[in-house]
């Protein structure tokens, strides 16, 4: 049963997540494609689950419409149908309700580990190198890895860095940061094991609290990307105090899932393809936010310690891929791109490649 999508949630109470497929999708699939001269009848009919937390008059769903378009030239006429949440999305499309559906990595995992350990965390340390990753990705040699069971990941695309954001600037290193507060959604195990890992108080939080707890001082540490920032107005909980530390805990990435038997040979890698051709465009709002922050917020870490951040990141990552959380083959991707591009790193003499 689709939702009503009269029941809109404000912007104030989306998650990071939300905020990132509104603004970054729009910019993806606002380009038109000639469709193949076919007939309606000549076209399969199919369903997609469109996830936009304002319904239909949402920027989500208005840009799917030109993904809508796209597919016409690839043999397939989609029918739209919207959602608010990204969970009963994903429950609609598991019964049966869509052919295919748009959602967060995190989410993907559910359908193709290998694509939804993309968002690994401290694996991809810039847009350079997530770039090549999905350049990787979008190749024919790379096809097989895309499709999991029933299912296909047929587009991925940026979803801005995220990084952490701190009522106290002081407390930038580990020793310090030891029992801060932090909130931890279900969706993104990641925060809990990395809270565990470096010391921190978790902090249960739905999706529509995290960041009013930032903002209300009731945690003391939230993680998201650049366009949270004046989405969620973050500079509440900053403060005069507050800082951003410049290091990318994650990269978060919007996936489309899609029952490959349902569409016609080739649907997946012409959707890839014309995602990654415009990665820099999907890209330019999450740029175009991390600008726009305060210089006065950003907070650049020292060597030593980034370097003790980045062994956190490592023992997480770690314990997510013997958790079988994170796909291996995906992890030692990402470490050969990180080497390829920096030999000098530590890391690429170790036998972990994670």
């Keep these: 049963m689709y939702i009503n999508t009269e029941n809109k949630l404000e912007p104030k109470h989306s998650s990071l997540l939300a905020a990132l497929l ?3 999708i729009v910019v993806l699939f606002s380009y038109t494609v000639n469709a193949a001269d076919l007939s309606n009848d000549e076209l399969l009919h199919r369903k997609m689950c469109v996830w936009d937390i304002a319904g239909t ?3 989500t769903f208005q840009a799917m419409k030109h993904y809508q378009t796209a597919a ?6 989609l029918e739209l149908h919207p959602y ?3 969970k009963i999305a994903t429950d609609n499309f598991k019964a049966g309700a869509c052919d295919v559906v748009n959602i967060p990595g995190i989410l993907g995992r559910n359908f193709n580990n290998f694509t939804g350990s993309l968002d690994a965390i401290g694996a991809v340390p810039s847009y350079e190198h997530l770039k090549i990753l999905l350049q990787t990705l979008a190749t024919d040699k790379a096809s097989k890895y895309m499709k999991k069971g029933a299912f296909e990941t047929v587009s991925i695309i ?9 009522n106290d600037r002081g407390a930038v290193t580990l020793q310090k940061l030891a029992g801060k507060k932090v909130p931890v959604l279900d969706d993104a195990p990641e925060v809990r094991v990395f809270a565990e890992k470096a010391g921190l108080t978790p902090v249960s939080a739905s999706i529509t609290t995290a960041f009013s707890k930032f903002n209300n001082n009731a945690v003391d540490i939230i993680a998201g990307p650049a366009v949270v920032y004046e989405a969620l107005e973050l500079h509440k909980g900053l403060g005069d105090k507050g800082g951003i530390i410049k290091l990318p805990l994650m990269q978060l990435t919007l996936q489309m899932i899609a029952r490959h038997d349902q569409f016609p040979e080739g649907f997946g890698k012409k959707s890839r393809l014309y995602a990654v051709n415009r990665f820099d465009e999907s890209l330019a709002l999450s740029l175009g936010a991390e ?3 305060p210089k006065k917020y950003w907070i650049t870490l ?3 310690d980034q370097q003790d951040w980045m062994k956190v990141f490592k023992a997480s990552r770690m314990d997510f891929l013997k958790e079988g959380i994170y796909n291996q083959k995906t992890l030692q991707l990402m470490w050969s791109v990180r080497c390829k591009k920096e030999p000098s790193l530590a890391e690429c003499s170790s036998k972990d490649r994670v």
Aim: net charge negative; proline share 10%; no cysteine.
């Design 57 to 59: 008059n949402g920027p």
């Design 158 to 166: 940026p979803g801005g860095s995220v990084y952490l954001f701190l």
């Design 72 to 77: 016409l030239s690839w043999g397939v006429k």
């Design 84 to 86: 608010s949440d990204p």
């Design 22 to 24: 509104v603004t970054t």
């Design 302 to 304: 020292s060597e030593n």
């Design 291 to 293: 600008e726009r922050l």
